[in-house]
């Protein structure tokens, strides 16, 4: 699939959010209406480098589909839907570099788990 491909493939998926396909391998949806429905048809896309979604719609239910994309290295998720619980059990890929969540309340065990 080629750089063209690819913003037209994360375009489709986000659409009706207000995110932003930016780059062929990310998509910024900060402050934007990126819900559930948008992550679950980005599910499986394996090339997906970064999700700046801050401030979106998106809840516990995704978290588990956003760490399946094995090559995430920023992820941003402050200040949606997503709990401490759902942090606490996530597993995180280890190709994530920059992680910010700020505006989730955390307990001492989802920062071990993060660790």
């Not at 375009?11 to 949806?29: H, P, Q, R, T, V």
């Not at 980005?42 to 970064?50: I, K, P, R, S, V």
Request: charged share 20%.
């Amino acid at each position: 699939m080629n750089k063209s491909q690819r913003l037209r493939y994360l375009a489709s998926a986000i659409e009706g959010s207000g995110a932003k396909a930016n780059d062929a391998y990310g998509i910024d949806a900060h402050e934007s209406q990126l819900a559930d429905r948008h992550v679950v048809a980005l599910a499986g896309w394996a090339d997906l480098q970064f999700l700046i979604a801050n401030f979106s719609r998106i809840t516990n239910f995704s978290l588990p589909l956003i760490c399946e994309f094995g090559r995430l290295t920023d992820l941003a998720i402050g200040g949606t839907r997503i709990t401490d619980s759902a942090i606490r059990s996530a597993k995180f890929p280890d190709s994530i570099t920059h992680l910010s969540l700020s505006d989730i309340p955390l307990t001492e065990s989802s920062v071990e788990n993060i660790r």
